[in-house]
Structure formats: structure tokens, C-alpha cells
């Protein structure tokens, strides 16, 4: 479906004359009152539609009470967005970064809209099968681009330290998952340990996206097997793209995996999509990096995302906010710890 933006939450409103004021000064060419509304979807920053006369842009700010500092930078993504689109034409155009949170409340950038399809589970109902395995090789193929992209080129290559990345993320998540911790969760437990012990070797550096699935792609609305702008650049960094991989493959839900998550990320479950292993081998096969060890890969996705979503139930259970989709979110991170474990039970994919 194409993203709509709708009203704004409650909590989630911004400041329309300050920050109307704060466009007029930075951007002149706008012109025309300024409506604001809300992107629904998405569990991290905040995203606005702004219109301005007959403009649309699109604002990010991070999330009401949010205190995880490196997860929600703004002015990072603001950079990122700036340095990629010199060198890789799949991103929105950055129109102007406020660091100064006197004008909304936090930090906030701007960049252009990019119209187009976005899928999500709750839309409309499967693609025809043929399209979706031509929508899922493409999706696959792109994210060996963005490992492909000269980070250089874009002024990138300060952006993160690749030595030491895995042993990095390993300990910095397990961290992260003691201190939003609220329930007992014996898959996600074993995952500790289990990815310490068994990291492979380093593969080579490259730009990775850390977050990369289907419904941070916008498709084009004439050929929904056609990417047109990659979004959501908050946590990207330098390091090891096989994790950036495994990441994917933890998003990647099977029609036989968990109903919370078939419920949250089940586009992959529709027929036509390529399977984990497919995934695997088309990246590999694309990117020309072999992946002498896709279970620790997945295990380390399977982690991260749990982590991440016990992290956002934790402020709604702290009462930092009150969306009501956050409410269910403790199933969401079981049932990632079901996969953990029953990948470990089978000893692969």
C-alpha cells in the first residue's frame, strides 16, 4: 500500500509555529501553511509528514522519553543520508539537520519524500508468488549493493571502527538486553553465551545498514519489484556485512515460525518469497563473500531483534509511552527466543 501519514498521536505532537518559523529561516523556498501528520507505522524514531504549501517533506525526531543515545542519533542518520546520496542513488535527499531542541523538543532532521509503495503486514493482501520471489531476489541483491557502496567516496569512512566489530556487538547487546530486561526468556538467554563462544573470523569492512528489511524499502508503485529509496539509516555503521546480513535473516519469518511474529514481520511468510537458506545463498552468490557459518549469522539477527523489541517494551512497561501497539510486544521477543531455541536444537538455519 502507499505509506499514508495520518493523525498524530497523542504525546507526538510538534510545535507547529516554532518549527514553522524554523523552516521559513533555513529553507526560503518554502511557501504556504504548515500541516503536520504522523507516519503510523515504525517503533524507533518518530516520522512526520510536513506540508507546506504544495511541498511535502518528511521529519525525523527521536522517540518521546528515549534514552538509548547511540540508537535514536539523529544527527548521525542526518550525515549518513548526506554522504549517500553523492554515491548511491537509493536514498532520500537530507534537506537541513536542528540540533538545538528548543525548537520541537529534540533534535530533528528534514529530508524529501519519496513517494512509493511500502508493504507491511497489516496492508493489503500477498503479491502474486512470481512477483514476490522477483521482489524478494531484488531486495536481497540491493543489500549487496549497499555493501558494495565506496564509503569513502560518500566521507564515510569515519563513520564506525570495523576492528573488532562482532565481538563489539555481541557484548554491547547482551549489555542492552540486561538492562531492558523484565521477563525470563530462556531461548534469548542461551543466545548470550552461545554467540560469545562461537564468533567466526572477521570478514571484510563494509557499510551496513543494520536494520535493513521490507518495510524499510519504498517500492515503485508501477513495478513493486523495484526499489526506489532505502530508509531508516539510524544505525548504520561500519563492520561486518555478514552481520548486517543476519540481521535480515532474523526479520526473515517463515510460515511455520511464532504467530506474534507472522503477526509483526510476516511478509516473508507470503508465498513466492525466498526462504533463510535461499536468502543465504543468493547473497552469496551476488556478493561473492561465502558464509562459512550462516547459524552464528542468524542467531546473532535472531539477538539483536529481540533485543531491540525488549528495549521498546521496556519504556512502554516504564510508561515512557502509550502507543497500544507496544503492549504485545513481550510475545514478540518470546517468540524470538522459540527460534532461538529451536535453532540451536537443530544445530542450522
Known amino acids: 500500500m502507499i505509506d499514508q501519514a495520518t493523525m498524530v ?30 507516519f503510523p507505522s515504525g517503533y524507533s524514531n518518530l516520522t512526520y509528514l510536513l506540508r507546506v504549501g504544495m511541498r511535502e517533506l518528511v521529519l525525523r525526531r527521536p522517540p518521546v522519553g528515549a534514552n538509548i543515545a547511540s540508537a535514536h542519533d539523529i544527527g548521525r542518520e542526518y550525515r549518513v543520508l548526506s554522504g549517500l546520496v553523492q554515491v548511491y542513488d537509493k536514498v532520500p535527499r537530507p534537506l537541513l539537520y536542528c540540533a538545538d531542541p528548543a525548537v ?5 532532521y528534514v529530508m524529501e519524500r519519496v513517494h512509493g509503495v511500502i508493504l507491511r503486514p497489516q496492508g493489503a493482501g500477498p503479491l502474486p508468488p512470481a512477483q514476490m520471489t522477483r521482489l524478494a ?30 565481538m563489539r556487538q555481541i557484548s554491547g547487546w547482551s549489555k542492552r538486553y540486561r538492562a531492558a530486561q523484565t521477563d525470563e526468556i530462556a531461548g534469548v538467554e542461551a543466545a548470550i553465551p552461545w ?41 548504520c555503521t561500519l563492520g561486518d556485512p555478514l552481520m548486517d546480513l543476519g540481521t535480515t535473516l532474523g526479520y526473515w519469518i517463515e510460515p511455520t515460525d511464532p504467530p506474534a511474529l507472522q503477526a509483526m514481520f510476516g511478509l516473508t511468510a507470503w ?4 526462504n533463510r537458506r535461499q536468502l543465504v545463498e543468493r547473497y552469496e552468490a551476488v556478493s561473492g563473500r561465502a558464509i562459512r557459518d550462516p547459524l552464528f549469522y542468524y542467531l546473532y539477527g535472531l539477538f539483536k531483534i529481540a533485543v531491540i523489541i525488549q528495549q521498546i517494551y ?8 502509550h502507543d497500544p501497539r507496544f503492549a504485545g510486544l513481550l510475545a514478540v521477543v518470546q517468540g524470538y527466543g522459540q527460534l532461538i531455541t529451536l535453532a540451536l536444537e537443530r544445530g542450522q538455519l
Do not use: C
Request: hydrophobic fraction near 40%; proline fraction near 8%; charged fraction near 20%.
Open 9 to 38: 498521536r497523542p504525546g507526538e505532537a510538534l510545535p507547529l509555529g516554532p518549527l514553522a518559523t524554523y523552516l521559513t529561516d533555513q529553507l526560503p523556498e518554502l511557501a504556504g501553511p504548515l500541516t503536520v501528520a504522523q
Open 104 to 108: 520541537i523538543g529534540a533534535p530533528f
Open 137 to 166: 531476489t531484488a531486495f536481497i541483491d540491493n543489500l549487496a549493493a549497499i555493501h558494495a557502496v565506496d564509503y569513502g567516496a560518500a566521507g564515510l569512512g569515519d563513520l564506525g571502527k570495523p576492528a573488532g566489530y562482532g
Open 195 to 235: 554467540l560469545a563462544d562461537h564468533q567466526p573470523s572477521t570478514a571484510d569492512a563494509t557499510l551496513i545498514h543494520n536494520d535493513y528489511k521490507y518495510d524499510n524499502v519504498i517500492l515503485d508503485p508501477h513495478d513493486l519489484t523495484r526499489i526506489r529509496a532505502v530508509l531508516d539509516w539510524e544505525m
Open 271 to 274: 508465498p513466492g518469497n525466498l
Open 314 to 321: 521496556a519504556r512502554y512497561r516504564q510508561g515512557h509511552t
